[in-house]
């Protein structure tokens, strides 16, 4: 039986964003429920964009997420593997060298357009002798290398969208080297692919195409090619496009935002499928649950608004033990830090949220607006509040004075003794709240 080998190939180029994670993601989650491997491959031919900074920060969020790899490749010391690659290619004849610029490829593909014909490349290039070739080279320097397809139809059943057939007549034979000499993903990565055993790729629905040629290039490289599945592509909340706004939807920066690493995971493994989202069980029960097959074609709707309930699902779930550093770091003493912990933790939508509460809890409450009435009753009623230090009784047995004094009883006693106390309309219960003021209130 053949291991799963899958891999997630980011261009170091950049941070990881919500598109990246989710084809990094599946290709996790197929390798570790098969207990195959799961390689971590930067695509870092382009010596000019690809930065360590960028490498440093993917393997970074990477492991914030728990998205371990079992090893890393950089195709940027695999260059002597693609060279051997092209010349078996043009030993073959299916690799040729073009020289067409930029604007003529343009302006063919208008022609072509307005024939009512697809803008394929012509092939031209094929066409030229030796010395037509070296007069273009000693005018505009080297030329690309294209891939030579052949004009049938390319069949393969992809783990999600079904039987796929592309006729490659309609494609464009695909430059796989630049005129500078840089390999370019489409040779590269078919190369990594077969040499590195891969036996599924999951990746976007605009590769469709990409894989058509790659199919082809594998072939006549004498190898077979993995699985294919095809995810759909995010939209924002509206189906508007999401590339617009992946700026701001960078792991980095979700992670700013104080965004759970499992709130965004359970979240991506799940949207898309028919699949409700799964908070219970953590990486084991998303591993355990994950069939690609579940997942649909139609573009996904994704709004990173859902994160935050799902973040304030994830942290209120954690056991004290696991906030422990957490809740210590913001100045909570460890004698009061478990009770602090069954307190808040209802009440809290990022880890951040626990600094505000201990302020709370630590100087007493800041001055709320109130209604001039409730202001007056509020005042009357601290006149009531037992002595500090207060206990689990404290509450029932001011309200009771209060109630007594004022004839206030209900919503109207209770509503705006809470807001004055802790600022906020709702939240925990206030028997357990008031030992853990440090301070009186008044």
């Known amino acids: 039986m053949t291991d799963t080998v899958t891999r997630f190939a980011p261009s170091p180029t950049g941070f990881i964003h919500i598109g990246n994670l989710r084809t990094a993601l599946f290709n996790w989650l197929i390798a570790r429920k098969a207990g ?10 382009d010596p000019v964009r690809s930065k360590q900074e960028y490498v440093d920060a993917i393997k970074e969020d990477l492991e914030w997420l728990g998205l371990t790899w079992d090893r890393v490749e950089r195709q940027s010391e695999r260059l002597d593997r693609y060279a051997a690659a092209a010349d078996e290619l043009r030993a073959a004849g299916r690799f040729y060298e073009a020289f067409e610029t930029p604007t003529e490829l343009d302006l063919k593909r208008k022609k072509q357009l307005n024939m009512g014909r697809p803008p394929v490349y012509d092939r031209a290039a094929l066409g030229l002798d030796e010395a037509e070739k070296e007069r273009l080279r000693a005018e505009r320097g080297d030329g690309v290398w294209r891939f030579k397809l052949d004009q049938a139809r390319i069949d393969w059943a992809d783990g999600i969208l079904g039987d796929i057939s592309i006729d490659a007549a309609s494609v464009s034979d695909p430059v796989l080297i630049r005129g500078d000499g840089q390999v370019l993903y489409t040779l590269a990565s078919v190369v990594d692919d077969t040499e590195m055993g891969v036996t599924h790729v999951v990746r976007g629905s605009d590769h469709v195409t990409n894989t058509a040629t790659q199919i082809q290039i594998m072939e006549a490289l004498g190898q077979g090619h993995p699985s294919f599945a095809h995810h759909s592509l995010l939209t924002g909340p509206g189906g508007e496009a999401l590339s617009k706004r992946l700026g701001t939807l960078s792991l980095r920066d ?11 995971l359970s979240l991506m493994a799940r949207l898309g499928s028919s699949d409700p989202v799964e908070l219970r069980g953590g990486l084991d029960e998303l591993i355990e649950g994950f069939d690609v097959s579940r997942f649909g074609s139609a573009p996904t709707k994704f709004d990173a608004e859902d994160l935050k309930p799902l973040t304030a699902r994830v942290i209120s779930a954690r056991p004290y033990e696991e906030m422990a550093d957490d809740i210590r770091a913001v100045g909570v003493p460890d004698e009061i830090a478990p009770d602090f912990w069954e307190v808040v933790r209802e009440n809290v939508a990022t880890r951040a949220d626990l600094a505000g509460w201990w302020e709370l809890f630590r100087d007493g409450p800041k001055a709320v607006e109130l209604e001039a009435e409730d202001r007056a009753f509020v005042d009357e009623a601290y006149g009531l509040l037992p002595a500090h230090p207060y206990g689990p009784e404290t509450w029932s047995a001011w309200t009771d004075a209060v109630k007594e004094q004022t004839g206030r009883k209900g919503k109207q006693l209770f509503m705006p003794l809470r807001l004055a106390v802790t600022g906020l309309a709702r939240g925990p219960e206030m028997a357990a709240v008031m030992p853990l003021f440090q301070v009186p209130l008044r």
Request: aromatic share 4%; glycine share 10%.
């Open 36 to 45: 195959g491997t799961f390689i971590l491959r930067l695509d870092d031919t």
């Open 254 to 264: 979700l992670r700013a935002q104080g965004i759970e690493p499992m709130a965004l």
